[in-house]
């Protein structure tokens, strides 16, 4: 654990808390962590979720510093079955990552989002980048991968038609 900001810090302790309580008590506990989740009906605050609706309003698109910070992106069908591999197979007391296999910097991303939805580059908008934001998130998750079979079966771009459908259909 490295975390760079109050936000991280407290995702961080969080699994300590919980550890400690195995630990100490005996709570029966498993720890997940996973990359970023994406999929219908996501919070508007979220990155495809907004970059979605602003493109398809023709309204800029935020993007933090130069773009390039790094993002492993896990489909939500994906985590929801490897959440439910280790309810039923996992083993109290470990910790397992869930990822997507899909890592791509946030401008490659909202270009993606952008061609899909047939909209141009130039509603980017490069805004001041958080403070403590961190480069990249990276998650290794062989371990879940080997333990309980868990692989994720869609593609990033079978999950973001999917995503933007939904907000399509949602927002008329």
């Known amino acids: 654990y490295q975390p760079n900001s109050p936000y991280s810090a ?8 919980v550890r400690a309580f195995h630990e100490t008590y005996g709570l029966p506990t498993i720890v997940t ?5 994406y999929g219908p009906n996501q919070h508007e605050e979220k990155l495809l979720p907004k970059v979605i609706k602003n493109a398809m309003n023709d309204e800029p698109i935020p993007v933090y510093g130069n773009g390039q910070n790094i993002r492993d992106w896990l489909y939500v069908e994906d985590h929801c079955r ?3 591999l280790v309810m ?3 083993e109290v007391g470990q910790k397992y990552n869930i990822g997507g ?8 991303l909202i270009k993606k989002i952008l061609d899909l939805l047939n909209k141009p580059h130039s509603l980017i908008e490069y805004v001041e980048d958080r403070p403590g934001h961190d480069f990249r998130y990276s998650i290794n998750y062989r371990k879940i991968e080997q333990e309980l079979g ?3 079966e869609y593609s990033l771009d079978w999950g973001l038609k999917k995503t ?3 907000y399509q259909t949602w927002q008329k």
Request: glycine share 10%; with cysteine; net charge positive.
């Open 10 to 17: 407290s995702k961080a302790s969080s699994d300590h808390w």
């Open 33 to 37: 962590n996973c990359s970023n989740n």
């Open 82 to 84: 490897a959440l439910y």
């Open 88 to 90: 039923t197979r996992g």
């Open 101 to 108: 296999g899909k890592e791509l910097t946030n401008l490659d």
């Open 150 to 152: 868990y692989r994720p």
């Open 164 to 166: 933007i459908g939904w």
